[in-house]
């Protein structure tokens, strides 16, 4: 993404685990999200390191265009160790058309978000039918500057007439790997319109982020990196209720009575050795009519995802510190270091040794 470079320069399965949740795996809640009452979305997050890397406002005059590559492009600019970067765009005045780069473009209003949740190439612009004049290199040092700080957050762009749009811009790293059930769920665009009724806490946290951007107080980057991801989690929030009510799947079983019960039992007790039968009986439904809904919204069975889970748990224990694989195994619920390993490779591909080593050498994306 531009934004005006030549403006910019005056200017961030249930079996061989243990019966019973350990107290330590209950104590680790913050690195494995295993904490009584957490919400299953939050759970997630957490757990998948979602992380604010930038969010700026764009102030845009026509004819006007901004396009961005592949988050992969320049992931690494913005955080050095994320796998894999999310982009929203709020819409706050005038209107503009965007989308994915050679995809149908849609007409946003003000209120209107743009959420790109799979890192494709994307666009916005005044006009249909215009494409942005620079390459790669060009966006790789407009982020690395305002990564650093040399960019201010409020960026001019196009050619100087009357200024007709205003947009946020917000960019969040994250883990894709061994499990991210919020990225899978996704579509590769979303598109939010702005709903009829009164302000919400979306729109409060709008404020207050066009607020921090325009003062630019002390502290202000880190303020605004924590809004960052504050913005995109009420955003998610706000397309969960947008879903229609036959829609399928993980987010659509967060809000079905029994599938969501059973998501967050599966999150707060992880380690807890699960079987089908003790699943359906603690949400209160039979063994069958949980597996048939559960398999119909989440796309997978209740054990199977569990078992998922539990990887994507363990991949971020062996992320975040030293513990032996046996300690980790254990975190997870496997009594047995050679049955997590076993789950793990299955999961991943490599071994759990192989998964830390790989990281420390190279980082998350290699």
């Not at 032996?324 to 991943?348: H, I």
Request: proline share 5%.
């Amino acid at each position: 993404m531009k934004y005006d470079f030549r403006v910019s320069k005056h200017h961030d399965p249930a079996s061989e685990s243990r019966a019973r949740a350990s107290a330590a795996f209950e104590r680790s809640a913050g690195r494995a999200g295993a904490m009584d009452g957490s919400d299953t979305l939050a759970d997630v997050l957490r757990s998948v390191r979602l992380t604010g890397a930038l969010l700026f406002l764009v102030e845009a005059a026509a004819p006007w265009v901004t396009e961005a590559p592949r988050s992969n492009v320049f992931a690494s600019v913005l955080l050095p160790d994320v796998e894999h970067v999310v982009s929203y765009h709020i819409v706050t005045e005038g209107s503009c058309w965007a989308g994915l780069v050679g995809e149908p473009l849609v007409r946003c209003e003000p209120g209107d978000i743009l959420v790109v949740p799979h890192g494709d190439a994307y666009l916005l612009a005044s006009a249909q039918g215009l494409r942005a004049d620079y390459g790669n290199e060009a966006t790789l040092t407009f982020f690395r500057e305002m990564a650093q700080g040399k960019v201010p957050p409020v960026v001019s762009e196009g050619s100087g007439g009357p200024l007709a749009t205003r947009f946020l811009c917000g960019f969040l790293g994250c883990d894709l790997r061994p499990f991210n059930p919020v990225l899978s769920a996704l579509p590769r665009m979303i598109h939010l319109r702005r709903p009829a009724r009164q302000a919400d806490r979306l729109d409060h946290l709008i404020e207050f982020a066009r607020g921090e951007i325009r003062e630019h107080e002390s502290g202000a980057q880190t303020v605004l990196l924590r809004l960052s991801e504050l913005l995109f989690v009420e955003l998610i929030r706000r397309y969960l209720r947008s879903l229609p009510s036959d829609q399928l799947g993980w987010f659509a079983a967060l809000r079905d009575p029994i599938i969501g019960r059973a998501l967050k039992l599966l999150h707060n007790r992880a380690a807890y050795g699960w079987t089908l039968a003790e699943l359906a009986s603690a949400v209160g439904s039979s063994r069958s009519a949980l597996s048939d809904r559960f398999n119909q919204l989440v796309g997978q069975p209740p054990m199977q995802y569990l078992m998922q889970w539990r990887m994507q748990l363990a991949a971020r224990l062996l992320n975040d510190g030293a513990a032996k694989v046996s300690t980790v195994a254990s975190e997870v619920g496997y009594e047995s270091e050679a049955a997590f390993s076993r789950a793990f490779k299955k999961t991943t591909g490599v071994a759990p040794v192989v998964w830390r080593k790989r990281l420390s050498d190279t980082g998350p994306s290699a």
